[in-house]
């Protein structure tokens, strides 16, 4: 067992590579090497050969890059763009405008892509150009763009949880049900801010003119894939048909021939999903290696045994820890991505909550929330950073007085969930 002091060292460790802009991996890597190093010399370096061996060989892993490379096909055969349009022709005439059409048009590409960043860029992408020529307060824009793109990590099928999953495991089948009422919830928050903001100040948003029906009715057929798509891989899954490996194998296929159907495939198309794919699993999965390496060194030296004893020792009530782990989760945040942040706490963090008797479904949700609100705050912000890119004028600093607003959302969400945990745990535990 080591001291408090040490692990203290350690993390500050961790947090130092990180701000002189290690990457996550190259970060996570040294400082598991440190400790077992410095605790039992180069015994430990051995075993990180089985280590990365196991975590690349799981079965459940394979999912990231299949979800990866079903979103980039449907963005680059224009299926998003389509979409977009068609949300936009029924949400128009809310107070807000456009600005719902953001926030629904990234729920709806969350439940087909599964990563906030993809769906930042891509609603971003198909978003900015619809916004010229119309007045509207352009923080709004970017705010409802970054917010939205939030829900790509709770509305399943999502990565983060596929991790969590991979990390405790929990039921990727029952963390993805967990996600969807909070994640209905949380879109409802973005838009009802959305609506009061206008009506309190109609210079957030122009009345946009009502379209006749006719055209409305048209351009449904627009919505027809994503669904298509969500009712493929979740259908499969809670059918019974197929794991979530399986699942998302299967969207990828259904990807393939919406756009072949809409006639939009080549093989250039195929190769930039596929090189864009392949980046992200490489960064991803690297990072993973990593983090189950220091996962490893951190369970030899028995660290997580002893915050757990610490934290039981504070003999409080599950609320109040879940407020302190708020607290924690909004502090490490402002270091890390929401990814590194994850991975980095849960093998530490994880047995203290299930001690104390807190689902880990509640928990998984939980820890993507705190992984949004990551996403959206500075200085580590991911959201933030792609908006800007995309929108490719200004400063970042507009995309953050956007979000603004909105952050107290997620906090109300996080009250909503502790006071009512139902909310999470009814539907995985109803179906399964």
Not at 232 to 241: A, C, F, R
Request: with cysteine; net charge neutral; proline share 6%.
């Amino acid at each position: 067992m080591v001291g408090l002091e040490v692990i203290a060292i350690g993390f500050l460790l961790l947090l130092a590579m990180l701000f002189i802009g290690l990457h996550i991996a190259t970060a996570l890597f040294l400082t598991a090497a440190a400790g077992a190093w410095w605790f039992f010399g180069d015994t430990m370096f051995r075993p990180f050969g089985t280590i990365m061996w196991s975590t690349l060989n799981n079965f459940l892993l394979v999912a990231i890059p299949l979800y990866v490379l079903m979103g980039e096909i449907l963005v680059r055969g224009g299926v998003t763009a389509r979409m977009y349009a068609a949300i936009d022709d029924w949400l128009r005439r809310l107070p807000g405008g456009l600005l719902h059409t953001n926030i629904a048009a990234s729920a709806i590409f969350a439940s087909i892509s599964g990563s906030s960043v993809a769906t930042a860029g891509t609603i971003g992408t198909v978003a900015f150009p619809a916004f010229r020529e119309k007045r509207y307060a352009e923080r709004w824009v970017l705010g409802t763009v970054a917010s939205g793109a939030t829900l790509g990590i709770l509305i399943p099928p999502s990565i983060n949880l596929i991790i969590y999953g991979a990390l405790t495991n929990t039921s990727i089948g029952q963390l993805f049900l967990a996600g969807v009422v909070p994640g209905i919830i949380l879109g409802g928050l973005l838009m009802g801010t959305v609506i009061i903001a206008s009506v309190l100040d109609p210079t957030v948003a122009e009345r946009p003119e009502p379209l006749p029906w006719s055209d409305k009715v048209k351009r449904l057929k627009d919505l027809l894939p994503p669904l298509f798509i969500f009712l493929l891989v979740m259908g499969s899954i809670y059918g019974g048909w197929a794991t979530p490996t399986e699942a998302a194998g299967l969207g990828v296929v259904g990807a393939v021939l919406l756009v072949m159907l809409a006639g939009h495939m080549s093989v250039t198309l195929l190769v930039d999903a596929v090189l864009a794919t392949v980046r992200v699993t490489a960064m991803t999965l690297l990072i993973l290696i990593a983090a189950f390496y220091l996962n490893f060194v951190v369970g030899v030296l028995g660290i997580p045994a002893q915050i757990s004893t610490v934290m039981a020792d504070l003999d409080v009530p599950a609320w109040q820890m879940v407020f302190i782990l708020v607290v924690f989760y909004v502090a490490l945040g402002c270091f890390l991505d929401s990814l590194a942040m994850m991975i980095s706490s849960i093998p530490i963090v994880f047995p203290v909550v299930v001690a104390l008797g807190i689902d880990p479904l509640w928990f998984g949700v939980f820890i993507v929330v705190m992984c949004e609100i990551a996403l959206i705050t500075p200085p580590v912000g991911m959201n933030l950073y792609v908006v800007q890119a995309v929108r490719g004028r200004g400063s970042v600093t507009d995309v953050v007085r956007g979000v603004l607003p909105f952050l107290g959302c997620f906090a109300a969400l996080i009250l909503v969930l502790t006071l009512f945990p139902d909310l999470v745990t009814w539907l995985p535990k109803s179906l399964f």
